[in-house]
Nanobody, 113 residues
Framework: QVQLVESGGGLVQAGGSLRLSCAAS????????MSWYRQAPGKERELVAF???????NYADSVKGRFTISRDNAKNTVYLQMNALKPEDTAVYYC???????WGQGTQVTVSS
């Protein structure tokens, strides 16, 4: 059983920044694809970004140039740096270990206009 614990969410004004962290349990973290998803009220959960074990990155078009995903395998942690935040980025953000299917509990990000 893998545990994923997100942190770093909160309330920020438009144009501001937040950094989300997701700490994973287990010894195989470095081999896994890690992703961030988000779900806004009344909408389906959508992929925001992922990072492979080799460092390959992929972003949703809506966040390209503003968000950066990274990982620290020594700390079993994946990050999502979010800059130039917009009100439409408001959502619950979830960490997902794509290789195994485990999800974190989610962290709320609210961007005020």
């Amino acid at each position: 059983q893998v545990q994923l614990v997100e942190s770093g969410g909160g309330l920020v004004q438009a144009g501001g920044s937040l950094r989300l962290s997701c700490a994973a349990s287990g010894s195989m973290f470095r081999f896994y694809v890690m992703s961030w998803y988000r779900q806004a009220p009344g909408k389906e959960r959508e992929l925001v970004a992922f990072i492979s074990s080799s460092g390959t990155l992929n972003y949703a078009d809506s966040v390209k140039g503003r968000f950066t995903i990274s990982r620290d395998n020594a700390k079993n942690t994946v990050y999502l740096q979010m800059n130039a935040l917009k009100p439409e980025d408001t959502a619950v953000y979830y960490c997902h270990q794509s290789t195994t299917g485990f999800w974190g509990q989610g962290t709320q990000v609210t961007v005020s206009s």
